[in-house]
Nanobody
Framework: QVQLVESGGGLVQAGGSLRLSCAAS????????MGWFRQAPGKEREFVAV????????YYKGSVKGRFTISRDNAKNTVYLQLNSLKPEDTAIYYC??????????????????WGQGTQVTVSS
């Protein structure tokens, strides 16, 4: 069992930055692939980024590539999402998730086994 707790969300102006963190419990964190998803009001949850268990493989949603960076620190059981050059359309609840495969290729929510409660990111224009 893995429990995930996100933090770092907030209100920021367009062009600003935030760093989201996701702290995981459990001894097996380092074997999981970790993903970030987001859900805007009235929209479906969408994939944002994923990182493999080692950190060596990363994938991003096209519209965030070059602006967002996913990373992890297995010693701290934490995965991060650095959000730069934020746009109003990035406004959403951001969720981290863990998947047992670990390969860093999972981009569908159904592939993930554990979810955090989410953290709100609001970008004003």
């Amino acid at each position: 069992q893995v429990q995930l707790v996100e933090s770092g969300g907030g209100l920021v102006q367009a062009g600003g930055s935030l760093r989201l963190s996701c702290a995981a419990s459990g001894r097996t964190f380092s074997t999981y692939g970790m993903g970030w998803f987001r859900q805007a009001p009235g929209k479906e949850r969408e994939f944002v980024a994923v990182i493999s268990w080692s950190g060596g493989i990363k994938y991003y949603k096209g519209s965030v590539k070059g602006r967002f960076t996913i990373s992890r620190d297995n010693a701290k059981n934490t995965v991060y999402l650095q959000l730069n050059s934020l746009k109003p359309e990035d406004t959403a609840i951001y969720y981290c998730a863990a998947e047992k495969g670990g390969w860093g290729t999972a981009r569908n929510a159904s592939e993930y086994d554990y979810w955090g409660q989410g953290t709100q990111v609001t970008v004003s224009s």
